[in-house]
Structure formats: C-alpha cells, structure tokens
C-alpha cells in the first residue's frame, strides 16, 4: 500500500506508514468484490512498544504513544524518518537531544527511557504526560491569572536551572515545549535542538535553530548561546501568558527578527493595565537586548517572577474614574511618608537592643557535631495532620495517632553521608556546586541512597505522619514549625534569604515545638512514604505509612530555593526515587 503523503510503499495490512507514521486507509481492491478478512498487522517498536496513535509530527520527526506489551507502561516515542536520517546533521543533532536527555534527571524535564535503533531508524524512548501544553492552555484561557502563571514559569525556572547546571541550553523555550498535568505539574520537552556548552555548534542547511516568536537577538545574529538566552525566550513565553499575546508580532519573519534585535518591546501594562507593576519591571528586565542586562540564572529569574505574585496594582485612570480621589491616593502617600519616618526613628533608637539581640541569637546557635547524630524523643500520642488552608493532597485535615519515636534533630551531614561512602555502603552523592561543609546537610542523594544509609546507620527514613508531627508545635496545628508567624530569613533559609545553603542547626528560632532543627527550608527531605494525592482520604490514622507502591515518594520541608508556600509543615512535594536534587536531603528516625 502506497502512503498518500510521502509516497512509501507499505505492506498491505499496515496501520501506519513505517517512514512518516501517516495513518493508511483501506480501500476494497475491486469494485463488487469483498476481499477476505484480514487481521490488522500492529505497529511494534523495539519488540515490545505497541503504537496506540501519531501525537504529532515536526522537523525532527514523528512522536507516537505507545504501550509496552509487557508492563502495560505508556510511553511517547520519537521517530527520525530513515530519508532524513540520511542527512548528517539532523542525524546529529538527533543522536545528541538523547544523550543530553539521557543526562537530565528532574521533575520538571520529560525523562527519557531508552533509545534504540531499528531498521535504520532512530527512536527515543520517554516518559508519556497526560497534559495540554502551555500553548493549548494559554489559547483555551486567552491569558493566565497571575498566581496560575507564577506557579507555572518557577518550575520551568527549576527545569532550566538544573538543566544550565549541567552545561545543557535548549534553545527552543516556548508554550509548545511546555507540558502541563492535571495537576498542574510542569514538564519542559524537546531538548532536540539543545546543545553542551562549549560543544560543536549544530545547525541543519536552511533550518533556522529556534521559533522566531520567542528568539533571543543573539540567536537571531548566529552567535554564540548561554543560559540568558534561554531566558529571553521564556520571558517571551511569560509576557504572552500575562497578556495573551507575544511582544513581536508580524506576518513577516524577517520583521519580527528585526524587532527582537533592533525594538524595545511595549510595556505588559499597555495590554493589561490590572497586572502588577513588577510584571512591567521583570518582563522588560528578561527581554533586554544585551544578555548582561538580563537575570543572569534561572533562579534570579525565578525569585523576580515570584515578586510579582504579591506586589501591588498599578494606580491607573481606570482606577480613578471608579471613585478614587487623587487627594485620597496623596493623603495615602503623604501617611505612608510619616509611617516610614517613624520606623527609621525607632530603628535608630533600639539599634542597639536589636544588634544585641542578634549577636546574642548568634552565640546561642548550638555548636553541631557533624558526625554525632542526635535524635529528639517525639512520645507517643495524637496529633492533627494535613491542612484546611492547603492543597487539596493535603486534605481531609484527621487526627493521627503515632507510637512514641526519635528523629535526628539535624539533618545528616556531608560528613556524616561520608563515613557511609568510605565503608563502601553508600554511593557518592551527585556533586552540585554547594555548601561542601562538613556541617551542611548532604544533597545530591537519591531516596535509595537515604534509605541506605539509614539502614546502615540502624535506622529507617522517618513515615510521613511521623516527619509532620516532629515539625508541629506540641498540642497545636500551626501552619509552621514554629507557629503561624510567616517566614523570615530568621527562622528559616528558604528563597527571600541569600539563595544558599546554611549549615544544620543555623535557625535556632525555626525549631519545632519539639526541638527539631531545620524542618522547613534549607534542604528538603526524604520521607519514607510512597506518594498519592488521595492518601489522605483512605490513610489509617494509628501510625499511617501511606500507599503500598507508586511512582514517586514523598519530601517534605522547601529548601533554600522555596517559597514561603512550600515551608509549611503540611506542604507536600514528590519525586522519582532515583533522582538526586540539589535541594534535597534527609534525617533519620527509629522506633522507640
């Protein structure tokens, strides 16, 4: 059978065409004559993938969904086409989005499964999202609430971060490279045109390297690329979700090229004047002309379009014509004048008391022992778990009973981790460019490489309830380890701070009700608890321990690149098992 796109000859009981995965029809072979029932022959890649269905198809290549016959595992599979194979530098440039895949290991980065050659084809093997993109999202919503899109770009912020990391650039940002899950969990896709740093520039003949609404003007020059330019292009992909639009627009390539390199692009607020004044202020920043103008890493990026969730609305004519008097705004102003004259007063007159009090604070910082694991007795009783005022994977709020136990009050150390790397026990952890003290907590560890190391240690990784109630005030449901009062850099370390990693025990104001150091911030951590957000609907509430199996397991705790969202006691984060994440660590527990 003759495939009507690209003219291949198929067998004649194929379901896709074996070179550009068009779908075949069948036709009868004469007018009259009913020919003998044939069973439809399935596509099968690698022997054990089944295609379910063509999900799309671009310049390089055709992506399917599968399943494996098997498992049962569904999986996106990218094909090259055997005639653009031929071509040197598309082969190239696809062998190298799977070996950079095959580097990436994140939550937020599509994880590739395998890759295989068969029949002169090339296929990558990856993970399947259930999800729209952010380009289906942003036209089925027009544009995104700003709270919506916060929540979106910081964990694109957390992929590309990770990724840059690495010496990985991808070089194509933009909505459609952007999946969402029903839960609003983001997945960046298609490294395809990525590149390592300092490595051989790839480029196929007559194929611009980009989409040319969201290039950055050094790409658009030919010259060379860093993380800031990967910036650029997700600062474009922001100003179109706060407003509906792309800064740049034309029917001609050539002058929305022009435009990224020569014209500043219009204020956000000319097309939205409810958004925030930070929106304004962060937008035009990420889209300057000279990358050094930019945020110079994806976590500076991150911190800025946090800001713009809680900063205040533009006073605006609109604003005025519903009744706000301009004498109003004036009187507001010339109060807030005065309230900041007298705080100025009162910080000259108790500097004094308040330096004391700092140094004080200071010299009370116990002094840790980076090899000594101390333990906190937590006694047996009730105690109330989840949230109310949360997501709803913590809901219903219940009272949970534990048997009485102990928890490390710190989290283990690099030095710690160490004894357990040198007795050939435990695997090194994944050396991140991080607070290498003997006294900061080790990141960079796998929930297996916690795991064993408590076992190695004589004890276990905490439970979830267990994790919770070591980070509550004793007889009360605060919000926080320490209370209701928000975070500060005082209490705890998390991404309003410095953006670096502290030593155990440096928060002497944050512990919980029991005495337990660190619980929210610094580093996140390891649970041993298996995820689902519907747990808590089923949970046992007399010592719980969560799903018997599933996908990811469970952290607790934000880390020193959190919101203040993520440092409450009841938060709950996941991740795959096997990752090791800059942020995250972990602490010990045993039955009493």
Same mark, same amino acid.
Request: a neutral charge; charged letters at 25%.
């Given at each position: 059978?003759?495939?009507?796109?690209?003219?291949?000859?198929?067998?004649?009981?194929?379901?896709?065409?074996?070179?550009?995965?068009?779908?075949?029809?069948?036709?009868?072979?004469?007018?009259?004559?009913?020919?003998?029932?044939?069973?439809?022959?399935?596509?099968?890649?690698?022997?054990?993938?089944?295609?379910?269905?063509?999900?799309?198809?671009?310049?390089?290549?055709?992506?399917?969904?599968? !399943? %494996? @016959?098997?498992?049962?595992?569904?999986?996106?599979?990218?094909?090259?086409?055997?005639?653009?194979?031929?071509?040197?530098?598309?082969?190239?440039?696809?062998?190298?989005?799977?070996?950079?895949?095959?580097?990436?290991?994140?939550?937020?980065?599509?994880?590739?499964?395998?890759?295989? $050659?068969?029949?002169?084809?090339?296929?990558?093997?990856?993970?399947?999202?259930?999800?729209?993109?952010?380009?289906? %999202?942003?036209?089925?919503?027009?544009?995104?609430?700003?709270?919506?899109? !916060?929540?979106?770009?910081?964990?694109?912020?957390?992929?590309?971060?990770?990724?840059?990391?690495?010496?990985?650039?991808?070089? +194509?940002?933009?909505?459609?490279?952007?999946?969402?899950?029903?839960?609003?969990?983001?997945?960046?896709?298609?490294?395809?045109?990525?590149?390592?740093?300092?490595?051989?520039?790839?480029?196929?003949?007559?194929?611009?390297?980009?989409?040319?609404?969201?290039?950055?003007? $050094?790409?658009?020059?030919?010259?060379?690329?860093?993380?800031?330019?990967?910036?650029?292009?997700?600062?474009?992909?922001?100003?179109?979700?706060?407003?509906?639009?792309?800064?740049?627009?034309?029917?001609?390539?050539?002058?929305?090229?022009?435009? %990224?390199?020569?014209?500043?692009?219009?204020?956000?607020?000319? %097309?939205?004047?409810?958004?925030?004044?930070?929106?304004?202020?962060?937008?035009?920043?990420?889209?300057?002309?000279?990358?050094?103008?930019?945020?110079?890493?994806?976590?500076?990026?991150?911190?800025?379009? $946090?800001?713009?969730?809680?900063?205040?609305?533009?006073?605006?004519?609109?604003?005025?014509?519903?009744?706000?008097?301009?004498?109003?705004?004036?009187?507001?102003?010339?109060?807030?004048?005065?309230?900041?004259?007298?705080?100025?007063?009162?910080?000259?007159?108790?500097?004094?008391?308040?330096?004391?009090?700092?140094?004080?604070?200071?010299?009370?910082?116990?002094? !840790?022992?980076?090899?000594?694991?101390?333990?906190?007795?937590?006694?047996?009783?009730?105690?109330?778990?989840?949230?109310?005022?949360?997501?709803?994977?913590?809901?219903?709020?219940?009272?949970?009973?534990?048997?009485?136990?102990?928890?490390?009050?710190? $989290?283990?150390?690099?030095?710690?981790?160490?004894?357990?790397?040198?007795?050939?026990?435990?695997?090194?952890?994944? +050396?991140?460019?991080?607070?290498?003290?003997?006294?900061?907590?080790?990141?960079?560890?796998?929930?297996?490489?916690?795991?064993?190391?408590?076992?190695?240690?004589?004890?276990?990784?905490?439970?979830?309830?267990?994790?919770?109630?070591?980070?509550?005030?004793?007889?009360?449901?605060?919000?926080?380890?320490?209370? +209701?009062?928000?975070?500060?850099?005082?209490?705890?370390?998390? !991404?309003?701070?410095?953006?670096?990693?502290?030593?155990?025990?440096?928060?002497?104001?944050?512990?919980?009700?029991?005495?337990?150091?660190?619980?929210?911030? @610094?580093?996140?951590?390891?649970?041993?608890?298996?995820?689902?957000? @519907?747990?808590?609907?089923?949970?046992?509430?007399?010592?719980?321990?969560?799903?018997?199996?599933?996908?990811?397991?469970?952290?607790?705790?934000?880390?020193?690149?959190?919101?203040?969202? +993520?440092?409450?006691?009841?938060?709950?984060?996941?991740?795959?098992?096997?990752?090791?994440?800059?942020?995250?660590?972990?602490?010990?527990?045993?039955?009493?």
């Amino acid at each position: 059978m003759k495939c009507p796109k690209c003219g291949s000859e198929n067998s004649q009981d194929s379901k896709f065409c074996l070179s550009c995965g068009e779908p075949l029809t069948r036709k009868t072979i004469a007018v009259g004559v009913i020919p003998p029932q044939q069973t439809e022959e399935k596509l099968i890649i690698g022997k054990n993938y089944e295609v379910v269905k063509k999900l799309g198809e671009g310049g390089m290549g055709v992506v399917y969904k599968a !399943v %494996h @016959n098997l498992s049962g595992q569904e999986v996106a599979i990218k094909m090259l086409p055997p005639e653009l194979s031929q071509d040197e530098g598309i082969r190239t440039r696809f062998i190298n989005e799977a070996r950079l895949l095959a580097k990436l290991d994140h939550p937020n980065i599509v994880t590739l499964y395998n890759f295989l $050659e068969e029949d002169q084809k090339f296929y990558l093997i990856m993970q399947f999202v259930k999800g729209k993109t952010l380009e289906d %999202h942003i036209r089925e919503k027009g544009k995104l609430p700003v709270d919506e899109a !916060v929540n979106i770009f910081s964990q694109v912020c957390d992929a590309l971060g990770y990724a840059h990391e690495l010496g990985v650039i991808h070089r +194509d940002i933009k909505p459609a490279n952007i999946m969402i899950t029903p839960d609003m969990r983001v997945k960046v896709m298609d490294f395809g045109i990525a590149k390592l740093t300092g490595g051989t520039k790839l480029t196929a003949t007559g194929i611009a390297v980009g989409t040319v609404w969201y290039m950055s003007p $050094e790409q658009i020059r030919g010259a060379e690329l860093d993380a800031r330019s990967d910036l650029y292009a997700l600062g474009i992909t922001l100003y179109e979700a706060l407003t509906g639009r792309v800064p740049f627009n034309s029917e001609s390539d050539y002058e929305v090229r022009k435009s %990224h390199v020569e014209v500043n692009p219009p204020s956000p607020l000319m %097309h939205d004047s409810s958004l925030p004044q930070a929106a304004e202020t962060v937008l035009l920043k990420v889209l300057s002309k000279n990358p050094a103008d930019r945020y110079q890493n994806a976590q500076e990026f991150k911190k800025a379009i $946090e800001s713009i969730r809680t900063s205040p609305l533009v006073i605006t004519p609109e604003y005025q014509s519903q009744g706000i008097p301009t004498e109003q705004i004036q009187k507001k102003s010339s109060n807030k004048g005065i309230v900041i004259a007298l705080i100025i007063l009162i910080l000259i007159l108790c500097g004094g008391a308040v330096y004391y009090f700092l140094f004080h604070q200071k010299m009370l910082a116990p002094q !840790v022992n980076p090899l000594r694991a101390e333990q906190v007795y937590i006694p047996a009783g009730e105690f109330t778990m989840g949230s109310e005022k949360g997501k709803d994977d913590e809901k219903p709020v219940k009272k949970v009973l534990l048997s009485g136990y102990y928890i490390d009050k710190y $989290e283990v150390t690099n030095l710690q981790y160490q004894k357990c790397v040198e007795a050939k026990i435990c695997g090194a952890p994944q +050396d991140f460019l991080v607070n290498k003290s003997p006294s900061a907590p080790v990141v960079g560890v796998s929930y297996n490489d916690a795991k064993t190391f408590c076992e190695w240690a004589k004890k276990r990784l905490p439970t979830e309830a267990e994790w919770e109630k070591a980070a509550s005030q004793k007889g009360k449901n605060t919000e926080y380890p320490w209370g +209701d009062e928000k975070p500060d850099c005082k209490r705890a370390n998390f !991404v309003e701070c410095d953006l670096k990693l502290k030593e155990v025990g440096s928060f002497v104001s944050g512990a919980s009700g029991y005495g337990v150091m660190d619980m929210a911030g @610094n580093v996140a951590e390891w649970v041993a608890d298996w995820y689902d957000k @519907n747990a808590y609907l089923t949970m046992n509430t007399t010592n719980p321990k969560g799903p018997l199996t599933g996908t990811y397991r469970v952290v607790r705790g934000g880390s020193f690149k959190s919101t203040s969202m +993520d440092l409450r006691k009841s938060n709950r984060m996941y991740s795959s098992p096997s990752e090791r994440l800059m942020t995250v660590g972990f602490r010990c527990a045993r039955s009493e």
